[in-house]
């Protein structure tokens, strides 16, 4: 069974860029669309965006040019790049798998990532 | 931009009872739709796609349906472990609802 996990710093100050990167683990990397979603504490869920094993990417637009993904698949590995961050940045950020029949059906636990100087 | 409006945002409830939540897309969608529950803390766990697709694993007391602007989940005999907050979730732009939190009557 495909496990995800996020890694990264927990802390980032304000105007600096957030790196996460989540580890793919019991099943392939290749032939999925990865996706990475946040929620700020207490709200809801927002898509940040997603990426092919390929490297295409798409974003959500509210992020505008924040946002850049990748893919490392000799590592088995995406990552997530937020530049310009603000404390409105501060969340619990997600990575999860999208089955490509529009559901996302794996998760990683979650990392929380707070803006503060 | 999609909207996606679910309602209601929150719901009470007891052991047993029927209870159906509400997606409405700002345009339509097909059949483009999932449906997760999460638990405080937890990542989101993928209950229903394609509109009404069962994940596997997921009991059978959960069913989604609707095509188009509306869809619906429903749970047909509220267990203990259902209380949670529920998303749906569009696969145009990937916009969540809002979610709605189900909590004991």
């Known amino acids: 069974q495909v496990q995800l996990q996020e890694s990264g710093p927990g802390l980032v100050k304000p105007s600096e860029t957030l790196s996460l990167t989540c580890t793919v683990s019991g099943g392939p990397i290749r032939g999925y669309y990865w996706n990475w979603i946040r929620q700020p504490p207490g709200k809801g869920l927002e898509w940040i965006g997603s990426?092919?094993?390929?490297?295409?990417?798409n974003n959500n637009p509210s992020l505008k040019s924040r946002v850049t993904l990748s893919v490392d698949t000799s590592k088995d590995q995406f990552s997530l790049k937020l530049t310009s961050v603000t404390p409105a940045d501060t969340a619990m950020y997600f990575c999860?798998?999208?089955?490509?029949?529009?559901?996302?059906?794996?998760w990683g636990p979650g990392i929380v990532v707070t803006v503060s100087a | 931009d999609i909207q996606m409006t679910q309602s209601p945002s929150t719901l009470s409830a007891s052991v047993g009872d029927r209870i159906t939540i509400t997606c409405r897309a700002s345009?339509?969608?097909?059949?483009?739709l999932a449906w997760y529950q999460q638990k405080p803390g937890k990542a989101p766990k993928l209950l229903i796609y394609k509109a009404s697709t069962l994940e596997s694993g997921v009991p059978s007391r959960f069913s989604g349906s609707g095509s188009g602007t509306e869809f619906t989940l429903t749970i047909s005999s509220l267990q203990p472990d259902d209380f949670a907050t529920y998303y749906c979730?569009?696969?145009?732009?990937?916009?969540f609802g809002q979610g709605t939190s189900l909590d004991i009557k």
């Open positions: 345009q339509p969608i097909s059949t483009w």
């Open positions: 979730q569009e696969f145009n732009t990937y916009t």
């Open positions: 999860a798998r999208d089955t490509g029949d529009n559901g996302l059906d794996s």
């Open positions: 990426v092919y094993y390929r490297g295409n990417s």
